[in-house]
């Protein structure tokens, strides 16, 4: 019988997610979807100062937004004694053992390899303490806790990146458990993944060389290593760094600015493969075509910017049920709402536009017009009657007009589109003059 597919999302509610943060999520839950496996949304929240609940609310609100289900939560604030668990299995198999530099002594340590033209490795220096020196360290200060690498070279089969070969002898036995106590994401994850039979496991590159010292942790505590992709980090649309400004690129601002879900989720699903960016009409469309193996190992672009047109053209496709709630909430009356949402939807960039355009049609707008162009506005203004329009109206007001100024063309139909809606751009003006409530003037 095949394994079931496992993924996880494990954000830590220390922040809002952002759109590198999304890239994570989206592949492993569109792995899990597509493979009809299991998704985990896990929250990393063992840091107690950092975290809070607002996060862990915020991040559930947000993954709901773009429509994403899970099939199980956690959080490994819950699964403290289950690490404690673990950890004295590894204590008693000599794996986990006791160290006491602080960072000042564990800084000067790596600038001397450095000087010597070394790798800045942890030199091990704890496994030397005899039991009564521990003793005497233990009353000055508390101790941290790392995982006696096997020194040997550990090799895996990405999912992006290929056959990866990295020697542990390169790497420093990484701390699991600081000095405080509090059990580090490295062993908090490994120990959640073996647990909960995590078979895929997708995040970004910059986590390569922990997830080499991982892959031996899960092998120490009796896990099977799951299998591992590396995705590219993002980067800004010149190849800057992102992570400065990660912070003003989270989904809840995206929202904010009118970007609608499904036109992040069909960039993201795409960025950075060999797959071009199309608007997908849904997220089981895109879980459908998603496949891991076309992204490169290359930094990735990301531009915000780009987030617009895909929103406007998945706004301009939605029927008028889809809004319908929300042109009632702009002040729209039932028997204009549909065909205001006919007009409107292709002079949108994002839902936000919908109530200024609304505006226009009630109250009217300030007139735009070229000082050449005033006194022809004035007499063309005089021809028009009072509403309410129809759908003729806008073609034998224009048609009088030339036949009393002689204007024909852009020079007759542009001074009146800007004079009536203050714009030089927008809907066809036949359509637009019967939403019309005021005289325009």
Not at 150 to 164: C, M, P
Not at 260 to 272: F, K, N, Q
Request: hydrophobic share 40%.
């Amino acid at each position: 019988m095949p394994m079931t597919t496992v993924t996880r999302f494990a954000p830590s509610p220390t922040g809002y997610i952002h759109v590198g943060n999304l890239r994570t999520a989206l592949f492993n839950y569109m792995i899990a979807r597509k493979a009809g496996g299991t998704f985990i949304l896990r929250f990393d929240d063992t840091d107690p100062e950092r975290s809070k609940q607002e996060y862990i609310d915020g991040i559930r609100e947000d993954l709901e937004w773009l429509g994403f289900s899970w099939d199980r939560e956690e959080q490994q604030s819950a699964r403290l004694d289950r690490y404690a668990e673990v950890a004295a299995e590894l204590r008693a198999s000599g794996r986990l053992y006791e160290c006491f530099e602080t960072p000042t002594e564990l800084d000067l340590k790596r600038k001397k390899q450095l000087n010597m033209g070394k790798p800045p490795v942890y030199d091990r220096a704890a496994l030397e303490l005899s039991e009564d020196e521990k003793a005497a360290l233990r009353a000055e200060r508390p101790g941290h806790w790392r995982f006696l690498l096997d020194r040997e070279r550990i090799d895996w089969t990405d999912g992006i990146l290929g056959d990866i070969s990295i020697d542990a002898a390169s790497v420093s036995d990484p701390v699991l458990i600081r000095g405080d106590g509090q059990v580090l994401y490295t062993f908090a994850s490994v120990v959640d993944d073996v647990d909960m039979g995590v078979t895929y496991i997708v995040r970004g590159s910059d986590h390569v060389t922990n997830t080499a010292t991982q892959i031996q942790i899960i092998g120490a505590v009796g896990g099977t290593a799951p299998r591992f992709a590396h995705h590219s980090l993002l980067t800004g649309a010149q190849g800057e760094a992102l992570s400065k400004r990660l912070g003003h690129l989270s989904l809840r601002d995206l929202r904010e600015q009118g970007i609608e879900p499904m036109a992040l989720l069909s960039l993201m699903a795409r960025l950075g493969s060999s797959q071009p960016v199309e608007l997908a009409g849904s997220l089981d469309e895109l879980i459908e075509g998603f496949d891991i193996g076309t992204f490169g190992a290359a930094p990735t672009k990301f531009d915000e910017h780009d987030l617009f047109p895909l929103t406007a053209r998945h706004l301009h496709g939605l029927p008028f049920a889809a809004v319908k709630d929300e042109i009632a909430a702009v002040g729209v009356p039932d028997d204009l709402a549909e065909r205001f949402w006919q007009v409107m939807r292709e002079n949108i960039v994002t839902r936000r536009d919908l109530p200024g355009w609304w505006a226009l049609c009630r109250n009217g707008a300030e007139p735009l017009v070229d000082e050449e162009d005033r006194a022809f506005v004035t007499e063309a203004f005089a021809l028009l009657p009072e509403p309410p329009y129809d759908d003729a109206t806008w073609g034998a007001w224009t048609a009088e007009v030339k036949a009393q100024s002689g204007r024909k063309g852009k020079g007759l139909f542009m001074p009146l589109r800007k004079a009536v809606t203050g714009r030089a751009k927008g809907p066809e003006m036949g359509d637009l003059l019967p939403l019309l409530q005021k005289k325009p003037g």
